[in-house]
């Protein structure tokens, strides 16, 4: 899938800081998928470690290592996710965020979005 429609999932204007880091949103207007892994965030360039993020979808958090076949990483048609980033909070004005994953007969999915820090949640 090229990363032109993977960009599609980012809400822009989510990203925010919040009282443990920063989280951003992604919304899912694709079709349906699954991820059997979760690849390091990238923050302007940097890798953040897997230990440090997580997923929120209705009100369940999961961390990015808690991904595996058995348990997947689900991006469900219409519904929000939010990603979640401890430990870090962002400086004011414009970041570039990656986010990649392994889908099952698929392999590596990835891709790149830039977007200015908005107000705290």
Same mark, same amino acid.
């Given at each position: 899938?090229?990363?032109?429609?993977?960009?599609?999932?980012?809400?822009?204007?989510?990203?925010?800081?919040?009282?443990?880091?920063?989280?951003?949103?992604?919304?899912?207007?694709?079709?349906?998928?699954?991820?059997?892994?979760?690849?390091?965030?990238?923050?302007?360039?940097?890798?953040?470690?897997?230990?440090?993020?997580?997923? $929120? $979808?209705?009100?369940?958090?999961?961390?990015? /290592?808690?991904?595996?076949?058995?348990?997947?990483?689900?991006?469900?048609?219409?519904?929000? /996710?939010?990603?979640?980033?401890?430990?870090?909070?962002?400086?004011?004005?414009?970041?570039?965020?990656?986010?990649?994953?392994?889908?099952?007969?698929?392999?590596?999915?990835?891709?790149?979005? /830039?977007? $200015?820090?908005?107000?705290?949640?």
């Amino acid at each position: 899938m090229p990363s032109f429609l993977l960009k599609r999932l980012y809400v822009k204007g989510s990203l925010r800081n919040n009282d443990d880091g920063f989280q951003l949103q992604l919304r899912n207007s694709l079709g349906s998928g699954y991820a059997r892994e979760m690849l390091p965030l990238t923050l302007d360039g940097q890798e953040i470690p897997k230990e440090n993020c997580s997923f $929120v $979808v209705e009100g369940k958090e999961t961390r990015f /290592t808690q991904v595996s076949p058995e348990n997947p990483f689900t991006l469900a048609l219409n519904r929000d /996710t939010t990603l979640l980033v401890k430990g870090q909070t962002l400086s004011p004005g414009a970041h570039r965020i990656g986010i990649g994953f392994i889908v099952q007969g698929i392999g590596p999915l990835s891709f790149e979005v /830039t977007d $200015v820090l908005g107000d705290p949640v």
